[in-house]
């Protein structure tokens, strides 16, 4: 049985070819995010436990923010002196290290990264553990000198000499480059500004009495948790966060560990998308394999192999495509992994593909998802293949299926559609985010498991409706590729659903981001007032200096300030929210458009005050007037009493969660050296919108990064941000389409294979190749349409309940991207024609007296 498992792997090899493809696929998704994420990790890893101080004093951590503020948590400088006498201590340097400025050139062009990389100014102290070394020029000597790292000068040609702009916090300065420092470890893509130690507390924190950091390294002897803990003894740990080398090495990577999830989840999710697409695929190949290998088979039982060795026969065949296809994904995945270290030297990140790591769970992850799947998908096939008795076999029995009924299927479709169909309709009528999202999800899984499993039982009616037409348009032809398609409903609609799944997922998708850039399109029409909004592109807050420009440039009338700043509320329910609340100038009123429950804009801006939504403050029992503790950053305090509560929709709220705002005293009180993140201004009397819009581009020239953005741009802006994701579920498509078309083409390829008798047989009474080739290919449309349909239907669904789950977040209108879906059931007719080229080439050249002479 083993030789005649081996030899009927290699006989069919040809057939296998297309389902191995999709393994690989899988496969190289898989083995390429973990080299990836290991490789950047080990990288990573390398580089900070490399350049920590042995003891690193930093500011208290306290309350994070999505949203960045400006502030820059500060240690007093004087902190070192008494770090220095601690006993073990042999060097104790106050470090000064920002990423809340902008650095720009005589042309006012950026100088810093494009991709999304921090601009990092620091003194210039330099020790081993240093990650540059100065490479041309000398080090910066006082005031108006600085030093630029190598890869940024190269990439915005930069020579010693140059004068560059420094925008931070305390001011604007100049600097002239004066030298350039050279990577000696991993660029992590940022770039470098380096200050004179006696001069950067001034001029990038305010004050020389600032550090942002102690950092203390540790006499011979003494290891760093002793001098952890003798520090720790000294200045105490209420104020401060001692950490030692690995500690701090571990808190760098964990910030950086958030970058990388996101480009390994996106990968495992094509991967996931491969696997799923791909089982449909191997399915399909195997039952249609053990259909025409009935004989085979039938030989086998009468010559004495029982049902077990038969499935094990088929079983095994199945392991070593997937162990083929495993291997040839690893390699793959080795070369899609390099391929993406080489990509991140675009961002700035110059990796080397000689450090890639290979861990030893990523070839064991590449083998269980390549054999475990095709062990799965082929499980069901050997199965069927087991139970057919030798003379049934030897009488050519149809193992597929055709002649089956589709009882079975039906009733458990119904059952799992019900099911699924319950989930979602309580996912629309339910009130809270987290109970309908949960919804959303088992309602999305079980209808999409309950719409494959009653698929065959749909192939009649819908492909009788879409093939329609068929008979009149092309005759006979036409007729005969629609019965085709009718011929075995199982496999029709085996592979129809490879494309009905990401066709789902489009479909969902496309009707929840219209519906999103529609909902914050009516948002921004129905609150914001504001002539213009002054921001910086990347939202990161600017200096003081371009308020003080906008508000001088003439035209300008009214001018609110906005900043941000993380919160903590103690609530009357006794829980504790963090959150990210919003601080205004008393004109709010002038340049957004504010419903309020109880209250108004003046009580919520008045010192003391803050409001809050009407329903988060419901749900935590907050009335007006009540008294909150509210903590801010670097552990100050206060009791705020709410001044007003607003009945805007979630997303329309000013602040984040619990729409939290107060006056803009109260941010500048309690978060010191903080920055404006946003200006909303209107024209004064007698000023045009576009006068004013001209005259305030002029004014922010020296300023690149701050950008002037009226409604229209706004409105795009949040189309870009939402077409991110978009993007995304369609390179999801394209991968779903890719291994599709595969599984059309192995359908039909096998199908020829299949049907050679009666294909010869047509050609004999008369059929023309032209014809020959033109039947196969409206087979394939019908197929393929047959797929968009059932996906379209499912996505929309989907996409209509995603949508009533935004609805609870304030996102409340609904939109159909009709556009995308005549395109992509377009597209699917396009995608089967394209299919179906090979296989109709190969049967219209096929021997008419060899083909009806086939056994």
Known sequence: ???????????????????????????????????????????????????????????????????????????????????????????????????????????????????????????????????????????????????????????????????????????????????????????????????????????????????????????????????????????????????????????????????????????????????????????????????????????????????RQVRRSVLTEAVLLGLVGSTLGLAVGIGLAAGLIKLMSVFGMNLKTTEMVIGWGTPVAAYVVGIGVTFVAAYLPARRAAVVSPMAALADAEIAGVGRPLRNRAIVGSVVGALGAAALVGCVTSSKTSSAASLLGLGVVLTLIATVIAGPLLVRPVIRVLGGAFPALFGSVGRMSQRNALRNPRRTGATAAALMVGLALVGGMSVASASMSKSFDQQIDKTLGADFIVQNSNFVPFPKEVTDKVRGTEGVGVVVRQRFTPIALRLPDGKRIKSTAAGYGNQVDDVAHVTYAEGDTAAALANGSIAMDVDFAKDHDVTLGSTIPVEFPAGRKTELKVGALTDQDGSEGFGMEGGLFFGIATVEKYVPGGQDSALYVNAASGTSPDQLRSRLDKTLEPYPQVQVRDQADYKKLVHDQIAVLLYLVYALLGLAIIIAVLGVVNTLALSVVERTREIGLLRAIGLARRQLRRMIRLESVVIAVFGAVLGLALGLIWGVCTQQVLALQGMKALAIPWTTIVAVVIGSAVVGIVAALLPALRASRMNVLAAIAHE
């Not at 190289?28 to 080299?35: D, Q, W």
């Not at 494009?114 to 080090?139: M, Q």
């Not at 050279?182 to 380096?194: C, K, Q, Y």
Request: hydrophobic fraction near 45%; avoid cysteine.
């Open 1 to 307: 049985m083993l030789k005649a498992t081996l030899r009927s792997f290699l006989a069919h090899k040809g057939r296998l070819l297309l389902s191995a493809l999709a393994i690989v696929l899988s496969v190289a998704f898989v083995a390429g995010s973990l080299i990836f994420s290991d490789t950047v990790t080990r990288t990573f890893d390398r580089l900070f436990a490399s350049t920590s101080a042995d003891v690193t004093v930093e500011p208290k951590e306290g309350l994070s923010s999505q949203v960045p503020t400006g502030a820059v948590e500060t240690v007093p400088a004087s902190l070192v002196n008494r770090v220095a006498k601690v006993d073990g201590v042999a060097l104790a340097h106050p470090d000064v290290s920002v990423e809340n400025i902008t650095v720009v050139d005589s042309r006012n062009k950026s100088v810093g990264p494009t991709t999304g990389a921090p601009t990092i100014a620091s003194d210039w102290f330099l020790t081993a553990r240093s990650p540059v070394k100065l490479t041309s020029g000398h080090a910066p000597h006082g005031r108006g000198e600085a030093l630029l790292d190598a890869d940024t000068a190269d990439k915005m040609h930069v020579r010693i000499g140059d004068t560059l702009t420094v925008l931070a916090q305390p001011g604007i300065f100049k600097v002239k480059i004066v030298g350039i420092a050279t990577f000696t470890t991993t660029n992590p893509g940022a770039a470098l500004v380096f200050l004179d130690p006696k001069t950067a507390a001034t001029q990038l924190l305010g004050s020389a009495a600032k550090a942002t950091s102690i950092s203390v390294d540790a006499a011979k002897g003494v290891s760093d948790a002793q001098l952890k803990s003798r520090v720790a003894a000294v200045v105490g740990t209420g104020r401060y966060d001692i950490k030692t080398a690995d500690e701090q090495a571990k808190s760098a990577a964990a910030d950086l560990g958030g970058f990388l999830d996101v480009i390994k989840y996106v990968m495992l999710g094509f991967a996931g998308i491969a696997v799923l697409v791909g089982v449909f695929l191997i399915v399909n190949t195997f039952s249609m394999l053990i259909a025409q290998r009935t004989r085979e088979l039938g030989l086998l039982r009468a010559l004495g192999a029982d049902r």
